[in-house]
Nanobody, 115 residues
Framework: QVHLVESGGGLVHAGGSLRLSCAAS????????MGWYRQAPGKQRDLVAAVTRGGSTNYADSAKGRFTISFDNTKDTVYLQMNSLKPEDTAVYYC?????????WGQGTQVTVSS
């Protein structure tokens, strides 16, 4: 079983930056893809960005040009660099790992962007 632990969330002013990290531990970890999702109060959980094992990336329109996802397979860690943050980016951010259709989630990390 894979255990995912997110870190790096916090409070930042609009226009600022944060880097989220998600470290995987546990059984042999060879994800097909990893992603970052976010959920604001009263809203559904939505994909922010994803990266495949081959390095292909996919971004939500709201994240394009501002966020960058990357995966370091030597550390089993996925990152989300978030720049030019906006108040509407405020949410709990969750890490997700897809291992050939078996999905694991982290506990989430809060990101709050003040105006």
């Amino acid at each position: 079983q894979v255990h995912l632990v997110e870190s790096g969330g916090g409070l930042v002013h609009a226009g600022g930056s944060l880097r989220l990290s998600c470290a995987a531990s546990g059984s042999v970890f060879r994800p097909t893809a990893m992603g970052w999702y976010r959920q604001a109060p009263g809203k559904q959980r939505d994909l922010v960005a994803a990266v495949t094992r081959g390095g292909s990336t996919n971004y939500a329109d709201s994240a394009k040009g501002r966020f960058t996802i990357s995966f370091d397979n030597t550390k089993d860690t996925v990152y989300l660099q978030m720049n030019s943050l906006k108040p509407e980016d405020t949410a709990v951010y969750y890490c997700n790992a897809d291992q050939a259709g078996v999905y694991s989630w982290g506990q989430g990390t809060q990101v709050t962007v003040s105006s």
